[in-house]
């Protein structure tokens, strides 16, 4: 039978009865609270009742929703950390050649144990080692080779290694430690407890299945989560398109052109200036869409420093209202012919942006 992971019953059960102690911790919360004086005066009982009712039943809703949310991912993380305990566990593999500091004699194997390392400390095994001729004292290692050493207690007055006694009485358990050196004393006092047996709980069935919600609760809560979530989004839409309304408005009247309206929309403008047989190449497609281009000027009084710079300030200026925008690259200019890359933007969040850095 496997040491550490149990049946599965065994974590829900475990998750269970967590549900419900935190659950019953609301409700002991809202009993105690004191609600503040509304105008100097106190509420009346009724009243606070009701407040009072409103606000549980509303933590009581999430806690066990949220409970049942993170139920099957918790129970799943609890198994797999206890597989692989033992998984460390079994495979394990004692050190050889240990022997006795005393008489030198190789020393027997009598057990091993999961030393748990706590917070970002991994777990270990440690084997423990006795000699068979009854030498003390015995040794222990863990599972990587390295000895398991007792931490010194030194003395505090003078640093010498203390002397450790252990006396036990019916009522407590005494460890004495004192140094021989400068003679400093401490006494260690632990009350002996009775052991209590864990008494049964006789409402946990009861409460268990008023706070863990059943598969078709949690769907339901689950829906009503996402609805809720998705209402606030869009309520969080509207507040921000209301702030910034002004914004939103010139996005609406901005001229959202297909890339054959581009063509169409551009040519008349550019053979004004005299830039003739405006092309585009095919789209390169990915998150925005690139387009590129090329023209040719058709005035010869114009070089190409004047040409590049004469088309680029007019782009700008054709494309300023529309969603379409010159690439920084900028144009080049080779023999009367120009060529360079459009931008187009689809999506409202983009058109926004470029509004916003216009």
């Not at 797999?80 to 004692?94: M, R, T």
């Not at 260690?188 to 409460?207: H, L, N, Q």
């Not at 839409?237 to 996005?251: F, G, P």
Request: hydrophobic residues 30%.
């Amino acid at each position: 039978m496997s040491p550490y992971l149990k049946d599965e019953q065994y974590y829900k059960d475990l998750y269970d009865r967590h549900t419900v102690e935190e659950c019953r911790r609301l409700i002991r919360i809202s009993q105690e609270t004191k609600y503040p004086l509304m105008d100097g005066k106190k509420l009346n009982s009724k009243l606070e009742s009701g407040m009072k009712k409103m606000t549980l039943d509303l933590m009581l809703y999430f806690e066990k929703g949220e409970r049942y949310i993170n139920k099957e991912e918790t129970i799943q993380k609890w198994m797999a950390q206890d597989a692989a305990k033992d998984q460390l566990y079994e495979s394990a593999q004692p050190p050889t050649g240990i022997r006795c500091l005393s008489c030198h004699t190789s020393m027997v194997l009598l057990g091993k144990d999961l030393w748990s390392g706590g917070l970002n400390e991994p777990d270990r095994v440690l084997f423990m080692f006795d000699c068979p001729k009854g030498c003390i004292p015995r040794r222990a290692f863990y599972d990587n080779g390295e000895e398991w050493k007792v931490k010194r207690d030194l003395c505090p007055e003078c640093n010498t290694e203390l002397i450790y006694e252990d006396r036990d009485t019916k009522e407590k358990f005494i460890s004495r430690y004192f140094c021989k050196h400068c003679g400093y004393e401490r006494l260690d006092e632990i009350t002996r407890t009775t052991s209590v047996e864990e008494k049964p709980d006789p409402d946990f069935a009861k409460d268990r299945d008023k706070f863990c919600l059943t598969k078709e609760e949690g769907g339901k809560y689950i829906r009503e989560k996402v609805s809720l979530e998705q209402g606030t989004k869009l309520l969080e839409e509207w507040k921000e398109r209301d702030k910034n309304r002004e914004l939103y408005d010139k996005v609406g009247k901005i001229k959202k052109l297909t890339i054959v309206e581009l063509e169409k929309f551009i040519v008349p403008i550019l053979e004004k200036a005299g830039y003739i047989k405006f092309q585009l190449s095919n789209p390169e497609i990915g998150k925005d869409i690139f387009v590129p281009f090329g023209v040719y000027d058709s005035r010869g009084d114009r070089n190409g420093q004047a040409s590049e710079y004469d088309l680029k300030r007019l782009l700008k200026k054709t494309l300023k209202d529309t969603n379409w925008r010159l690439m920084s690259d900028g144009v080049s200019y080779r023999l009367g012919f120009l060529g360079g890359r459009l931008r187009g933007y689809e999506k409202e969040e983009d058109l926004l942006k470029l509004i916003q850095n216009k």
